[in-house]
DNA sequence: GGCCAATCGAACCGATCGGTTCGAAATGAT
DNA sequence: ATCATTTCGAACCGATCGGTTCGATTGGCC
């Protein structure tokens, strides 16, 4: 059996060989499969961690042949890379649009806040995030490369800030610290009782609006500018 | 080889036993004995994880025979939990007597914060943190455990809070809600950044005291009871 | 120095590991 | 129905695992 029909493990999804027909692939090469692979391989990972999921396991779990997991990934460690780099694909981009450029201030902090916290705290970016960290001494680059992803938010917030500060509402001498300090509160500890399991379920919408509320509160209350005629406190 | 002098796990070191002389214990028994396991078996734990971690890497580290090993504790589970609860522990001794009940709210918050966050980012703490993160499925009540203790340190700043509250330095409507956001904000996402390995090194004191410079600004901001004659912004 | 017991270190055990091999079964195309 | 190829699933390989055993060595006490 060659390999020769292994695709490059950093593509989430190849493009149809026009070698192969519609309906059958190469070796390999068949979205569909490689994708139950990932699935199975998901659970195990985050249900055992890296070293403690054994590819017996995810074997059974996926639903193929150990022969077949071994056509379309190099080894344990390629799979395991595919993984996290598929599931850090989907949190970035549930998030990508949520920042618009001509919102008003707050309700564009609350959008942004709310979607940022609910995905933050959701079972699967918790999971993923302890499956990540338990691999950081053996892959510490993959570690640091899956955070940037979240991290990058910072990047998009920034520019937010930025836009009103030109545009007078906001007052701010540092936006690097500010979007931290935006980020830090909206996490509202929640994702650390999450991460940690002191909190086993996902906060309710109210509590996650209840923090975000509060975050915004703090956060216009250093940063926002000073209305002459309703104060805001 | 009985186990019969084998000692509960759950304790630190034991009181020498009355039936073995000072110079002498009985097997099992020896604290200085235990503790070099145990000093073994952390860095071997810290740096591979739980899972990969073997008890031949843990052996070789700590200098002293398997058997010997076996003889102080169960399993390799048990090794694994002494150590955890002893670092804990060593965490919390470190941030016990951090706050004092008459200090001024700002200087309070400040030597808190900068305590706090140099301890936070620390690689012994980060270290412990992602390890104990990395059996969180398989023993979730020491991971809840673990995390359970820095987290009393809220109901510590919430206390030193609520007096300030009714001494009039302060108005907040949840204290709760506002200890968590100050411990957020003097996280100053450091944590994260060192958890996920996107930070390789404890931030310098300068930085340190930046986050915590800001997170005192945006806390009082919002609840430090406003001055007529000189106003904070 | 002799005695006793803790520790050492090598060998062992059954089990599991990641990865490989290969004939049989299944599947899609013609 | 036939053919070509992918996948299956069982067996295999060398290595390592956690835990156990036991004669030899070491060290403290008398």
Do not use: W
Not at 46 to 56: E, Y
Not at 190 to 196: A, E, G, I, P, V
């Amino acid at each position: 059996m060659m390999k020769k029909g292994k695709m490059d493990s950093s593509k989430t999804l190849p493009v149809t060989e026009t070698s192969a027909p519609a309906g059958r692939f190469a070796a390999g090469a068949d979205p569909a499969k490689r994708e139950q692979i990932v699935d199975g391989a998901k659970r195990v990972f985050m249900q055992k961690g890296f070293d403690a999921a054994s590819m017996n396991d995810i074997t059974r779990e996926a639903g193929v042949s150990k022969g077949t997991i071994y056509v379309y990934f190099d080894n344990k460690e390629d799979l395991f890379i595919a993984m996290v780099e598929r599931e850090r694909a989907a949190f970035l981009a549930a998030l990508r649009t949520v920042l618009k450029d001509n919102e008003n201030v707050e309700t564009g902090l609350r959008e942004f806040g709310i979607k940022f916290l609910e995905h933050l705290t959701d079972e699967k970016i918790v999971n993923a995030m302890r499956t990540v960290l338990g691999v950081r001494e053996r892959m510490p680059d993959l570690c640091a490369r899956f955070f940037r992803g979240p991290q990058n938010l910072r990047t998009v917030l920034k520019d937010f800030l930025t836009l009103h500060v030109e545009a007078g509402s906001l007052e701010i001498d540092d936006i690097e610290l500010a979007s931290g300090q935006f980020l830090d509160l909206a996490s509202g500890s929640f994702f650390k009782f999450r991460l940690f399991g002191t909190m086993p379920e996902a906060p309710p919408r109210e509590e996650i609006e209840r923090v975000i509320r509060g975050a915004i509160h703090v956060f216009m209350a250093a940063y926002g500018q000073k209305k002459t005629n309703s104060p805001a406190e």
